[in-house]
DNA sequence: CTAGAACCTGACGTCGACGTGAGAATCAAG
DNA sequence: CTTGATTCTCACGTCGACGTCAGGTTCTAG
């Protein structure tokens, strides 16, 4: 198959592809004109590499997992940094769902306030409920490194 | 409260304090001498903002969302704001659970070839299992926009 | 009063996963 | 042979949430 093939059936662009290869997340043999030739099985391999990038993963975290699917033998190292990704993504979905949840929560409440469908006027007085509602306590779910 | 005291108690860098101000997102008035003044409520708005960045909400989304807090009236564009950003939570879950089961089920054929726990050396050689075992669909979840 | 800590305003740097040309070569069809 | 589509290799641009350095001001403890 060509990169525009791949790239279609991927769903991914073509500049993607050149870059994991440039990853060396992908490989490639070559033509006798130098374009680029894969296997089918790059398709899924590629569908693959685009879960875990939209998990969050980095290339050089994906290129330590990668191997296992080709060989499906997990060294030590390789095991314990899948499960660490395991972990690390388990400890995200939390992080999502409290916000999810909370956002929810917001919604919600919302609606106790705007129940009048068509008046959208800003003439909603609400009921003076008591505003010292205990806010619930947040996550300090850290993503980035300082 | 003046600046460091709260990113202290928010887990957060001064520089990111001056950042959402600079988004709009958190307001201060001012000392006599230039410095920001802050009200103890700014603590939990601060760890309510980071929630949301780690939910993989923007500046611009955040902003659209917090007057919300302040005024507990949601107009009906702020609501279908909160909805579709809850939507959009459930759907990167949804994507990063399907992740997270796949590199569990990685893991756990990882652990049939290895269960010599002591043994590291890579003279494990795995039964001659059918490798032609079919590979699971994946998901073409799709973050980036093209 | 004075040293050092904390704060101020710019303004440039960063990092990752590509996007986006530019200019040239290769391939498939008529 | 020609033309248009596809591919090639540099190489710079992007975007967002800050980090970081520079140079100056303000606060606070002794």
Known sequence: MRIGDVAKLAG???RALRYYEEQGLLI??????GH???PQS?????KFIQMLYAAGL?????????PFLDTLVASPRMARQLEAERDRLKA????LTKAHDRLEDLIRLAALY????ATC???ETPPTTPVTRSRRRLSGARLTRH
Chains 1, 2 share one sequence.
């Open 121 to 123: 006027e800003p003439n």
């Open 92 to 95: 995200q979905i939390d992080d």
């Open 42 to 46: 790059a398709v899924e391999r590629v």
């Open 58 to 66: 980095s290339s050089s975290a994906i290129l330590q997992v990668l």
């Open 114 to 117: 705007e129940d009048s469908p």
């Open 12 to 14: 991914v662009s073509v």
């Open 28 to 33: 490639a043999d070559r033509g006798p004109g």
């Open 36 to 38: 680029r030739q894969y």
